[in-house]
């Protein structure tokens, strides 16, 4: 079954204890991104890669960290938490053919809780 | 930069009623435009899409046409129903910046038998 997969589903932690949250695509798609959901706010973008070793920046990055290193996963990385991080984050990927934007696929989410 | 404004919600309906969201956009290239479709617990999933302007997408009941006019991509369905209770994203990508993507706030609809 073409999936994204994303671990873990929900999370507590506290402040400043590093974690990571895996995001796992089995379509080979090139694109993958991250994005929070927060009331009110929609989506909003972290990052995002076009290809192994291609990341690039969204709309609110500061915090957060990516590494694509294979071309399937795409991990999200907060190196010391604040409560302000505290949301629903979801990881996508798309195919990527040079001209066109095709539609993404997204994973269940992950419900990270900060305090 | 690029936007997306949604028609603000939440909106609630009867069953069999007319579903309207309305959707705007600003963008600095030729963007594809989308619908997707949130259940309760879920991730998103495409609803569906146009690529280029006058383009009509639909599914499972729902249309929404690439006006490039109005700058507008809103969201139809004639006679929704309990099933069709969700949270709607409009989002579009644009080809010369794909890697970058916009999503407006979300429009909760409920539908009540």
């Known amino acids: 079954e073409a999936q994204v997969t994303q671990n873990p589903r929900y999370l507590i932690t506290v402040t400043g204890k590093k974690l990571t949250v895996t995001c796992s695509q089995n379509?080979?798609?090139?694109?993958m991104s991250w994005y929070r959901q927060d009331p009110g706010l929609g989506l909003r973008q972290i990052y995002y890669?076009?290809?192994?070793?291609?990341?690039d920046k969204g709309d609110v990055p500061e915090g957060y960290k990516v590494s694509r290193k294979e071309k399937r996963n795409f991990p999200l990385i907060l190196e010391s938490p604040s409560p302000n991080q505290t949301s629903l984050y979801f990881c996508?990927?798309?195919?990527?053919?040079?001209?066109?934007?095709?539609?993404?696929?997204f994973g269940p989410g992950t419900r990270l809780t900060v305090t | 930069g690029d936007s997306v404004t949604q028609m603000e919600g939440p909106v609630t309906l009867s069953e069999e009623a007319f579903l309207t969201i309305n959707c705007t956009y600003t963008?600095?290239?030729?963007?594809?435009l989308f619908w997707y479709v949130q259940y309760p617990g879920e991730g998103l999933q495409l609803l569906l899409k146009?690529?280029?302007?006058?383009d009509k997408g639909s599914n499972k009941g729902f249309e929404a046409t690439y006006r490039k006019e109005t700058t507008s991509f809103h969201l139809e369905k004639g006679s929704v129903q309990v099933s069709d209770s969700a949270v709607y994203f409009c989002a579009l990508r644009t080809n010369t910046n794909a890697g970058k993507s916009t999503f407006g706030d979300g429009t909760t609809l409920t539908v009540k038998p």
């Open positions: 146009a690529t280029k302007a006058d």
């Open positions: 963008a600095t290239g030729y963007p594809s």
């Open positions: 996508a990927s798309s195919p990527w053919t040079s001209g066109r934007a095709d539609e993404q696929y």
């Open positions: 379509m080979n798609h090139e694109y």
């Open positions: 890669s076009m290809n192994v070793e291609v990341t």
